[in-house]
């Protein structure tokens, strides 16, 4: 029995999110190994969570550290300092509207659970705006704040009000998409949700697992102006597309608005189990939104966190993930003349999405295609996942040190994955085991 064998037999499918066999049993820097020595060149970097790239030596030291001293201490252990260095960290980089205090988590699942409840129970209004086709996490109250489709098993929350998020090349355009998408919002806070009972509107600057959707430009502000009008908080949920990854610190900082939240997780860790909501102190402070587990803002993890922000800042990594990102950009446009498989190239910096087609005309979601390529890609020697709420999106969102010449590596081996795919050298036998066909 190899590896994944083994894996599919121990542990919960439920928990299983696999698009190819694959087991590794260790990574380097942009890296991932197999259990035969094999390198995977990992453009998703676990989806973004390994920000740093795989095994970074920064934050193994911190977590050799923390180990070292505080081991098994929790956040009730009294003074807590790599969860101090964390917060006032998080205070320093957030514009100063949200930087109040901080809550810490594991996920961020729990992170927009936690502000859910909180702007709730801090406003007093019941009702919350989210986006169809976020993915704000997979626990109950998260789920329930979210407009994924992938997300059926849970009921949304009574008060949760989904508006469309403009899509540029699915809504005619940049101006089409945003002037429709804002009337929508508009209409509804005219007459049917009263804006008086809604605590807050979440936001991604980029809709990642929605299908790396890049909002047309102003979009935000006018949805900013409209809560401001109305007293509604904004909440930028910058888990998978922020601390750096889209060339900017935030992702919102792209969108000219300054939040009233803030959430961060799966890089933030680098690898490790840490969220945190920043936000201003009458809110974080509502003590009737309790919201505790045990070891949330354990040394370990937060140690591990002060050390990717830490790294982020020592090397220039939003700097490098802007020059590089153009760089992967930029090939990946070309490769979009050679690939009529190819419908959009968008993103920014090293927050990418390929969005594949069956037909460029009536944009056909190429959703068999999409998991081939991936599928081939995998075989080929690169990883990377696909999103979308038809998914069709190819998610490029690698480690922040990706270096110029792993990106021209990655893309020349999607090229290949491209070319075979079309050629129909794939195996749809295989791919359907994985995509559920
Ligand atoms: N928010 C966003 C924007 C995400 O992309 C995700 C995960 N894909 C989450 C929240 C949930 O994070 P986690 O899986 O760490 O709970």
């Not at 087991?23 to 920000?51: F, K, M, N, Q, T």
């Not at 910096?349 to 390529?373: N, R, W, Y």
Request: hydrophobic share 45%; with cysteine.
């Amino acid at each position: 029995m190899n590896l994944y064998e083994r894996d599919q037999r121990a542990l919960s499918s439920m928990a299983s999110l696999r698009f190819f066999p694959q087991a590794a049993v260790g990574g380097e820097g942009a890296y991932l190994i197999d259990e035969h020595g094999g390198r995977l060149l990992d453009l998703s970097a676990s989806w973004g969570a390994a920000s740093l790239g795989h095994s970074h030596p920064a934050v193994r030291a911190a977590v050799d550290r923390a180990l070292a001293s505080q081991a098994g201490a929790s956040y009730l252990s009294g003074a807590n300092i790599p969860a101090i260095e964390l917060a006032e960290r998080l205070l320093s980089i957030v514009p100063g509207r949200a930087a109040g205090r901080v809550w810490l988590g594991h996920s961020g699942s729990d992170a927009n659970e936690t502000v859910a409840r909180a702007v709730v129970a801090a406003t007093g209004r019941p009702r919350i705006i989210a986006f169809q086709g976020a993915y704000h996490g997979g626990t109950v109250g998260s789920m329930a704040i979210s407009g994924h489709p992938a997300q059926t098993s849970v009921q949304r929350a009574p008060g949760l009000t989904l508006i469309p998020y403009p899509n540029a090349y699915r809504d005619g355009g940049e101006s089409h998409a945003a002037a429709a998408a804002l009337r929508h919002l508009e209409d509804l806070l005219a007459g049917p949700l009263p804006p008086g009972e809604v605590a807050a509107l979440f936001l991604e600057a980029i809709q990642s697992d929605g299908g790396m959707v890049v909002p047309p430009p102003e979009f935000f502000q006018r949805v900013e102006a409209l809560c401001r009008r109305h007293g509604i908080l904004i909440v930028a949920d910058e888990v998978k597309v922020g601390l750096g990854r889209t060339g900017r610190m935030h992702a919102f900082q792209h969108l000219g608005i300054e939040p009233d939240i803030v959430v961060f997780g799966k890089g933030l860790g680098g690898g490790l189990p840490v969220s945190a909501v920043v936000g201003p102190t009458p809110i974080m402070n509502y003590r009737a939104a309790f919201s505790f587990q045990t070891v949330h803002g354990n040394p370990v993890c937060a140690s591990a966190a002060v050390a990717v922000l830490d790294t982020i800042r020592e090397q220039g990594l939003v700097d490098h993930a802007a020059a590089v990102g153009k760089h992967l950009k930029n090939l990946l446009a070309d490769l979009k003349k050679r690939h009529s498989l190819i419908g959009d190239v968008r993103g920014e910096g090293l927050a990418i999405g390929v969005e594949l087609v069956s037909d460029q005309a009536t944009k056909t979601p190429a959703k068999h295609q999409t998991a081939k390529v991936a599928y081939r890609a995998f075989e080929l020697g690169l990883v990377l996942y696909y999103v979308g709420v038809n998914s069709n999106v190819l998610e490029l969102t690698p480690s922040l040190p990706l270096t110029h010449d792993e990106a021209t590596r990655a893309v020349e081996i999607l090229d290949q994955a491209l070319r075979d795919v079309t050629a129909g050298r794939v195996d749809d036998g295989s791919v359907a085991r994985f995509a559920g066909w």
